[in-house]
């Protein structure tokens, strides 16, 4: 075989190779393609068939809801919903009676091999009476109300109050201790007020308290503070402790303060709606202004507010209020509430203020310069004050009276029909 013939032979082999090689590569790339599309596609099939089955079991819970309405008895009876085909899926519903009006009902859904789980929160109202809207000291009203505050400050725990704030205009009552700081004042001279509290009292600095009435166990004070009041109401005449230029001026009694059961205020119809106008959100977040559509927002988590402007509305929250920046708050209607929070805590800080009636389930922090005006302020818990900023909670001889909303027929008349209400979905 001559050169020539072998460079040839050279040649054809390694465009035979070169040619095998980019076959190779070519059907890699497109066995890559095929695999990535067929994987998008399945994805998306599952996907699909989740929200299918998130859908399904949504649907159940509906169903069972509707079938509890129509018949009572299913509500206390413990009744599981069977798995029970739907829409080309299938889907099984299980109550849990937390408390006797309170229900849980779980959905389970399925479609094309895929689960999803939905959850749905009933409040149940027997037929007969549940007992009054009392906010303290008023009329018992009906299950839906009228509710009726008599004391500006309701604090179920301890109250701590100190800097340069203002407390005036109405009653207030503390189940725990009141601890008073700074050259901060209550009350005033030309009024009847009453400051109780069922522990003991303990003032420093140059803190002054006019009232009517004070009541309390005992009073601890330094400083140069002072207590001016007709009736001090203690466990004994003579326990009290002054020391500094502290002073009480007021005749001294013996007698007892009795514990004062929180108010709370049935909240289910302003769920109801916030759900009709869209406004139920999950740790909704807001920087600015916010008014909600209807006047309800529910929130279900932590609610936020920052910045600056005026927000008027009742914004409800499941499990706490951080509220910051300048951001002024006032009632969509005067009979509702401006802040209600259900558990955790309500945190206030910056200069904002807030009309209307305050509501935690949990505790209060106030902070800041902001001020409370016009309306009383309710905590389950403790109640912290520092900042200049002051409560001026001026409220009619009557009461304060929130009105809560009617939603459907069976609450005008809860002494003769039952109710049972949506109050929470997830």
């Known amino acids: 075989m001559n050169i020539i013939t072998q460079r040839t032979n050279r040649r054809a082999g390694s465009a035979m190779i070169l040619a095998l090689t980019m076959v190779a ?24 068939s989740f929200l299918k089955a998130r859908s399904i079991a949504e649907s159940g819970l509906t169903i069972a809801y509707g079938q509890m ?12 919903w069977a798995w029970t085909s739907f829409d080309g899926g299938q889907y099984m519903v299980t109550p849990k009676m937390v408390t006797p009006t309170n229900i849980i009902l779980n959905a389970v859904g399925q479609f094309n091999h895929e689960t999803a789980q939905a959850r749905m929160d009933l409040h149940y109202y027997p037929a007969t009476p549940g007992g009054g809207g009392n906010g303290g000291g008023g009329s018992s009203g009906s299950l ?23 407390f005036d205009g109405g009653c207030a009552f503390v189940n725990g201790t009141l601890g008073m700081s ?18 003991p009292m303990s003032f420093s600095g140059s803190v002054t308290l006019n009232a009517n009435t004070v009541m309390t166990p005992s009073i601890t004070m330094s400083g140069s ?20 230029s502290a002073r009480i001026n007021g005749t001294k009694v013996a007698g007892t303060v009795p514990v004062q059961a929180i108010p709370s205020i049935e909240m289910s119809p302003y769920y109801q709606i916030a759900c009709t106008n869209h406004e139920v959100y999950t740790n909704f977040s807001h920087s600015g202004a916010y008014s909600p559509v209807g006047g309800v927002l529910w929130n279900v988590g932590t609610l936020k507010f920052s910045g600056s402007g005026t927000s008027k509305g009742c914004f409800i929250s499941t499990s706490g209020i951080n509220l910051s920046g300048s951001m002024n708050f006032s009632p969509s209607t005067t009979s509702w509430p401006t802040l209600y929070n259900q558990a955790g805590d309500i945190s206030v800080s910056g200069s ?16 800041g310069s902001g001020n409370i005006v016009g309306g009383p302020l309710i905590s389950a818990s403790t109640f912290s004050k520092t900042g200049s900023g002051g409560l001026t909670l001026g409220i009619p001889i009557s009461g304060f009276v929130v009105t809560t909303p009617l939603v459907n027929a069976q609450q005008s008349t809860p002494s003769s029909a039952m109710s049972l209400v949506v109050t929470g979905w997830q």
């Open 144 to 166: 839906y109300g009228p509710y009726i505050f008599t004391n500006v400050l309701y604090v179920g725990g301890n109250c701590s109050w100190s800097g340069s704030a203002a």
């Open 352 to 367: 904002g203020d807030i009309q209307g009636l305050i509501y935690s389930g949990g505790t209060v922090s106030f902070s």
């Open 25 to 48: 590569v070519v059907a890699t790339a497109t066995a890559t393609a095929y695999f990535y599309s067929a994987s998008q596609v399945t994805a998306g099939k599952k996907t699909i």
């Open 69 to 80: 309405k129509a018949s009572p008895a299913l509500i206390t009876n413990g009744t599981t």
């Open 225 to 244: 503070g002072q207590i001016n009041a007709n009736t001090v109401v203690l466990s004994t005449p003579t326990a009290y402790s002054l020391n500094g």
């Open 182 to 199: 700074g050259s901060c004042s209550w009350g005033n001279t030309t009024s009847t007020l009453v400051i109780a509290s069922a522990q």
